[in-house]
């Protein structure tokens, strides 16, 4: 038995944690100790004496402080790290340690808490009952995706109809807000363009324009909702005093031959259409695809129940914080008010963070089980399909990839796609009724 076995006693607190206590004689604690005294007497500067020759109980009364905290320190960290080793435990946060210092005469003892990865043996993966949607594009597909083009190259054009204003029409407006008769500057506006029926206004606003004429003017009263965002307008009857200045409309041009010729690569309307397809194909196998990978990990967690490492939830979170932070600062929001929007949404992305961690291990024991891997072409295979999409050269990229430690991740996303490939080939796959009817 070793000295490590000899001094460490394991409790298992849960399946995720473990409590490692150990109990290290004096005559060891004596030795460390003497060492580190040894070690500081070669360094240390005392007035009167030589460096290294300064007898051990001066020293002590200068450095006994340091010198017991540094041999508690490496007391720790060599029974801690030899016992990890030594029992081949898999850690995965580091320890919290509880200890009450050296003691002339009496063994130094110290507790380490630690979460290690669960021991996972994944059950009945194996002949899931799946289903699959088919990949078509309707013609009702291919019809919003043309109005959606078509909608990118609308113009505005003035009313040229004697109508009053209509759900849809862009109206030019002069308005001041007032409450108890008092104008507020925040809630007037000259030339003012809006959208009707875009829902940009206050509730109660934008309908009452409708009906209204160029050059109409007319007081409406809008309610403000009583959870309103600025305070003293929460629950307020705000009158406004409004003035059509104008009515436009969106022009939206026609699907024909003349509409291609906004586009070089295209030839004929047949030609876009064609692409329009194909991309539609493309976006609905894309979205099909994950649906079907969702599915399976929501089946094999109704067929496998374990505890995880609190520590792995957390970092999930920030993965999703981050996440969400980064969408809101691409689509305009201030960096800072978007980390402390992320941030509100801690709690809401644990249940969500608790599930994709479980499916991950799952994969991930699923793959150690079957004896799934990953081959190095297979991995070089995958830069050069990332290098072409991103339209660059393949040795640079891999150099990039090993200088930024990002070629396990690599490994890992193939790993776990050839897991869910293998996952699926063992299943059955029923395709859903209201498709097959369809």
């Known amino acids: 038995m070793s000295d490590v076995s000899a001094a460490v006693k394991i ?11 150990f109990d290290i004689p004096w005559v ?5 100790l003497d060492t580190v005294y040894r070690k500081v007497g070669k360094t240390a500067k005392i007035k009167g004496f030589r460096p290294g020759k300064i007898p051990r109980a001066i020293i002590k009364s200068y450095y006994r402080e340091q010198a017991e905290e540094e041999t508690v320190t490496n007391l720790v960290n060599r029974y801690y790290w030899e016992a990890l080793k030594e029992k081949e435990i898999p850690s995965v946060t580091p320890p919290q340690i509880e200890q009450n210092g050296i003691e002339a005469e009496k063994d130094f003892s110290f507790s380490a808490t630690i979460e290690v990865e669960p021991s996972i043996d994944p059950k009945d993966y194996l002949g899931l009952e799946l289903e699959r949607e088919e990949s078509v594009v309707t013609e009702e597909d291919l019809d919003a995706r043309l109005l959606e083009i078509r909608q990118m190259f609308a113009t505005m054009e003035d009313l040229n109809v004697e109508r009053g204003v209509s759900q849809g029409d862009f109206v030019t407006l002069d308005f001041s807000g007032s409450i108890a008769g008092k104008v507020l500057k ?32 007319k007081t409406i009263v809008v309610k403000f909702p009583d959870d309103y965002k600025v305070s003293h307008l929460a629950g307020k009857d705000v009158e406004f005093k409004v003035n059509i200045k104008g009515i436009r409309i969106k022009k939206i041009p026609e699907i024909d031959d003349n509409f291609v010729k906004n586009f070089e690569k295209y030839e004929s309307l047949d030609a876009l259409k064609t692409d329009i397809r194909k991309s539609l194909q493309a976006e609905k196998q894309r979205k099909i695809a994950a649906e079907f990978e969702k599915s399976i990990g929501e089946k094999l967690l109704t067929k496998n129940d374990f505890d995880i490492p609190e520590s792995y939830i957390e970092r999930q979170i920030y993965f999703m914080m981050s996440d969400m932070q980064r969408r809101m600062v691409s689509g305009g929001m201030d960096p800072k008010k978007a980390a402390e929007f992320a941030l509100k949404l801690h709690d809401q992305f644990r249940e969500d963070a608790t599930k994709n961690v479980k499916i991950a291990l799952l994969i991930k024991n699923i793959a150690r ?8 072409e ?8 990332i290098a072409s999409q991103r339209a660059q050269d393949y040795e640079s990229l891999k150099k990039s990839l090993v200088k930024d430690d990002l070629l396990d991740n690599i490994r890992n996303e193939i790993l776990n796609r050839k897991t869910y490939e293998f996952l699926s080939s063992k299943a059955t796959i029923t395709v859903p009724k209201a498709m097959s009817n369809g």
Not at 11 to 21: A, F, N, Q, T
Not at 369 to 376: S, W
Not at 378 to 385: F, K, M, P
Request: net charge negative.
């Open 28 to 32: 060891d604690v004596k030795n460390e």
């Open 186 to 217: 925040e809630l007037s506006s000259e030339n003012y363009l809006l959208e009707v029926g875009s829902k940009t206004f206050v509730p109660g606003f934008e309908v009452q324009l409708i009906g209204l004429k160029k050059g109409e003017t």
């Open 378 to 385: 297979e991995v070089d295979n995958q830069i050069r399909e």
């Open 369 to 376: 089980k079957e004896g799934l891997t990953v081959v190095d």
């Open 11 to 21: 409790e298992d607190i849960s399946s995720v944690k473990k409590k490692l206590s």
